[in-house]
Every structure is written in structure tokens, then in C-alpha cells.
């Protein structure tokens, strides 16, 4: 397995879930003030490095697989950068080999899952990205082929949506709606990374994705105060293509109830070294960028949630 990664940079204040067959391992941690400092709360789904053993048995290539299909150490990012700005951030410490969190529970291939249990309630047609290869648990992986030695008890992926999936997004939505009630408004920033993007003329594409599922689940002013805060720091950002955000922005976003939801994908040689294993030397310049982007858009957020505080409750 790679090497560990630095410690956090914001320790934790609270963890839970549960990663089957990892005992006393959480699925998640979350950090930041007992009371919201900023509308801003920092999601990181994809970056969980905790590995039970048997998942990893049942892995044709461990080594390949799991750092393919990591959001590698994108995690130090968001935890600085919340560390930076005083904003509440949630990450997976499952991998998302066991589970994606930004997937729907429904996404799921059957084939992958054979010998269900008496009353268990089968997903039903698997979604577009399970067709592909990359729904609720990763089957394969572009170019590699298939990640599984073989299909695994359905039993196995119930454990997991219980003690991960639904733990994690039930925290997140908790933890949205106790900043929200503070400030009339909050703003959930989803932080994966990308590999590098090439323009059709082969020249490097943009270093950030911005994706609002095409303007459905954040207000349209705060996106362009992020693509002005890009403009003015001299990077390039592209709008929703290749990535217009999943099931986190799905799930949680309720522009109607001051809730709004990026995601914000990351070329991930930006901040890693040349093999693409720890932190590089772009890490500190990185966190600079992005900290200065919540900053702004925090201020953004609360202004917009003047008014709602107090009735914005009353009103559902």
C-alpha cells in the first residue's frame, strides 16, 4: 500500500458510522468550531484510506485499484483550508472501493452481489454510472478491467450502506441543516480531484471544475463569485463539464431552503507529488486558493441568509 499520508491538519471533534470488518474504525470524522464561525461546511467523500483486509483479499490488484480510485489526500486540502477559514468539514475515512458516498443506494450492478438474504429489498435497474462500471461499489476501472475477484454476499453491501453510506449522509445533512439554522443560508463545498485535464488541442485544461448540476443546486451569484475569485487568481476553471456533481449535490442541495451545493474538482498534480502518493510542493499554494474562495463566498452565503434565520424552519 502506498505510504501514510501526513497527520490532518484540523483534528477531528467528532467521528461515527462503522467500517465493517475494521473494528473500531469510524467511517467518517468531522471538524471544525462547536458554533458555525462561517455558512460554510467542506464535504470530502472520496479520500478514506481505510482498508479492512478482506476487502483488499478480494481485490484483483490492490495497489492499482485503490489509488485509481481515491480522491488521494484530498482530504489535508479540505481540512486546512477549513482549518484556514473556520469552516465545518466532514470526511469519509471509508474507501470508496467499499462504497461511493456520491453515488445513489439504488446504483447498484446485481451482478456484483449474489446470495441475498430472505427479505432483502434488491435495488432496483442499476444507473448509468453502474452500467459504466462505477456505481454504488466500483466494479471496473477504465483500461484496467475488472476490481473484484468475484461477486461478494449481499449481505456484505447492506453492512456497508448501514455503517457507512447512511451514517455519513445523515451526519452531513445534520450538520447542514444546524448551520443553516445559525445563518438563514449554508453553503456545501463537495471536494474531490480530477486527473489532469487536456484540451482537444492537447494543450493542459482547466485545473478546478465547478459543478452545480447546471445551475439546480446553487444560486447563480455565488458561482460566479467563484469563477471571478479563479479569474482573478489566475487559474483556470471550467462549469460543470466533465463533472456537474453527484449524488451529494443530488441529496443535499435545497437552493428554495437556503441550502446550495458545489462541487469542486481538483487536478490533483496541483498538490500532489510526481508519484502521485503524498503531498507536493503545490499543496500550500493550493490551500491559499481555495481558503481565499471560501472566504468570499462565505461572506456571500451569510448575507444571502439575512431575513431567513427564524422562519426558515417554520416555513417547511
Same mark, same amino acid.
Given at each position: 500500500?502506498?505510504? &501514510?499520508?501526513?497527520?490532518?491538519?484540523?483534528?477531528?471533534?467528532?467521528?461515527?458510522?462503522?467500517?465493517?470488518? =475494521?473494528?473500531?474504525?469510524?467511517?467518517?470524522?468531522?471538524?471544525?468550531?462547536?458554533?458555525?464561525?462561517?455558512?460554510?461546511?467542506?464535504?470530502?467523500?472520496?479520500?478514506?484510506?481505510?482498508?479492512?483486509?478482506?476487502?483488499?483479499?478480494?481485490?484483483?490488484?490492490?495497489?492499482?485499484?485503490? #489509488?485509481?480510485?481515491?480522491?488521494?489526500?484530498?482530504?489535508?486540502?479540505?481540512?486546512?483550508?477549513?482549518?484556514?477559514?473556520?469552516?465545518?468539514?466532514?470526511?469519509?475515512?471509508?474507501?470508496?472501493?467499499?462504497?461511493?458516498?456520491?453515488?445513489?443506494?439504488?446504483?447498484?450492478?446485481?451482478?456484483?452481489?449474489?446470495?441475498?438474504?430472505?427479505?432483502?429489498?434488491?435495488?432496483?435497474?442499476?444507473?448509468?454510472?453502474?452500467?459504466?462500471? #462505477?456505481?454504488?461499489?466500483?466494479?471496473?476501472?477504465?483500461?484496467?478491467?475488472?476490481?473484484?475477484?468475484?461477486?461478494?454476499?449481499?449481505?456484505?453491501?447492506?453492512?456497508?450502506?448501514?455503517?457507512?453510506? &447512511?451514517?455519513?449522509?445523515?451526519?452531513?445533512?445534520? =450538520? =447542514?441543516?444546524?448551520?443553516?439554522?445559525?445563518?438563514?443560508?449554508? #453553503?456545501?463545498?463537495?471536494?474531490?480531484?480530477?486527473?489532469?485535464?487536456?484540451?482537444?488541442?492537447?494543450?493542459?485544461?482547466?485545473?478546478?471544475?465547478?459543478?452545480?448540476?447546471?445551475?439546480?443546486?446553487?444560486?447563480?451569484?455565488?458561482?460566479?463569485?467563484?469563477?471571478?475569485?479563479?479569474?482573478?487568481?489566475?487559474?483556470?476553471?471550467?462549469?460543470?463539464?466533465?463533472?456537474?456533481?453527484?449524488?451529494?449535490?443530488?441529496?443535499?442541495? &435545497?437552493?428554495?431552503?437556503?441550502?446550495?451545493?458545489?462541487?469542486?474538482?481538483?487536478?490533483?498534480?496541483?498538490? #500532489?507529488?510526481?508519484?502521485?502518493?503524498?503531498?507536493?510542493?503545490?499543496?500550500?499554494?493550493?490551500?491559499?486558493?481555495?481558503?481565499?474562495?471560501?472566504?468570499? =463566498?462565505?461572506?456571500?452565503?451569510?448575507?444571502?441568509?439575512?431575513?431567513?434565520?427564524?422562519?426558515?424552519? &417554520?416555513?417547511?
Amino acid at each position: 500500500m502506498p505510504c &501514510a499520508p501526513p497527520p490532518p491538519s484540523d483534528s477531528p471533534t467528532e467521528s461515527g458510522g462503522a467500517i465493517p470488518g =475494521l473494528a473500531d474504525a469510524p467511517a467518517w470524522v468531522l471538524g471544525g468550531p462547536g458554533l458555525s464561525q462561517v455558512p460554510v461546511v467542506i464535504s470530502v467523500p472520496h479520500a478514506g484510506r481505510s482498508y479492512p483486509p478482506a476487502v483488499l483479499a478480494t481485490m484483483r490488484d490492490p495497489l492499482m485499484a485503490t #489509488l485509481r480510485l481515491e480522491d488521494r489526500l484530498i482530504d489535508a486540502v479540505g481540512e486546512a483550508v477549513a482549518a484556514r477559514t473556520a469552516a465545518h468539514w466532514i470526511a469519509a475515512r471509508a474507501p470508496r472501493a467499499m462504497i461511493d458516498l456520491n453515488r445513489a443506494t439504488d446504483d447498484v450492478d446485481g451482478e456484483m452481489f449474489g446470495g441475498a438474504m430472505p427479505g432483502d429489498a434488491r435495488p432496483g435497474a442499476p444507473g448509468r454510472r453502474a452500467r459504466a462500471g #462505477l456505481g454504488l461499489v466500483p466494479r471496473r476501472l477504465p483500461g484496467s478491467g475488472e476490481i473484484w475477484r468475484g461477486p461478494q454476499p449481499r449481505a456484505v453491501l447492506n453492512a456497508r450502506i448501514a455503517g457507512i453510506h &447512511a451514517s455519513y449522509h445523515a451526519r452531513l445533512a445534520g =450538520l =447542514l441543516a444546524e448551520v443553516r439554522a445559525r445563518w438563514g443560508a449554508v #453553503l456545501l463545498v463537495d471536494l474531490h480531484s480530477m486527473p489532469p485535464l487536456v484540451m482537444p488541442d492537447g494543450r493542459p485544461g482547466a485545473t478546478f471544475v465547478l459543478g452545480d448540476r447546471f445551475g439546480s443546486s446553487c444560486d447563480g451569484r455565488l458561482v460566479a463569485s467563484a469563477f471571478a475569485h479563479f479569474a482573478a487568481a489566475g487559474e483556470l476553471a471550467a462549469h460543470n463539464r466533465p463533472y456537474a456533481g453527484g449524488y451529494v449535490l443530488e441529496r443535499h442541495a &435545497a437552493r428554495g431552503k437556503g441550502v446550495h451545493a458545489v462541487q469542486i474538482e481538483v487536478d490533483r498534480t496541483r498538490y #500532489l507529488d510526481t508519484r502521485m502518493d503524498g503531498l507536493g510542493e503545490g499543496f500550500a499554494g493550493l490551500v491559499e486558493v481555495l481558503a481565499g474562495l471560501v472566504e468570499r =463566498l462565505a461572506v456571500e452565503t451569510a448575507e444571502m441568509g439575512q431575513g431567513r434565520v427564524g422562519w426558515a424552519e &417554520a416555513a417547511e
